[in-house]
């Protein structure tokens, strides 16, 4: 199965990751961008975790420890929620239009996107990312995998917290009842 994962998750991801850099000429001006501090320590945490999940060999041997048998199933079962969650993220993507940006933005003339998948999350693309590195750390069922998710998360959890705090002061009430009806990650739950 080893061979199947270094085959289907890196091709999966790189052909999500071309899509993303090919619609990202497609948005509107920046009006206001998050420090670059923020950016820098976001996209090193993020590569860290890429590292981890992407590279053959670490010459660090506890990381390789399984945390799920090895199998069939397991890999499955994770190319199953990677191509899932990129789905999500790619229609959330579409959903946001000119709106996207890959930092913390207020764009000109920004509209406030509630419907499609953001009625039933107010971050789908992060629900999807989430869900596409849960899926391949899955296949993979290593410890380096489970390292790769918390690092994922929680850089992708301080970046929410950032937009949040913008949306709040760029929409006032709206984004207000808006947070109140729908959870930010995961449906009817986060």
Known sequence: MQWLYASFFPAIWIAFLLY?????????????????????VRSLVFLTAIALLMLPRIPLPWLYRQFLPSGQWPF??????????????????????????????????????????YALVRHPIYTGLIAGILGSVIALAQLRGLIAFVLFSLALWAKLRIEEEWMRHQFGASYEAYSRRVAAVVPFIL
């Open 20 to 40: 993303w850099q090919v619609k990202a000429r497609h948005t509107k001006a920046t009006q206001r961008l998050e420090p670059v501090a923020s950016r820098i």
């Open 76 to 117: 499955f079962l994770g190319a199953v929620l990677t191509s899932a969650g990129l789905l999500f993220a790619v229609w959330a993507r579409e959903y946001l239009g000119a709106n996207w940006s890959h930092s913390v933005t207020i764009k000109q003339d920004h509209q406030l996107i509630i419907n499609g998948p």
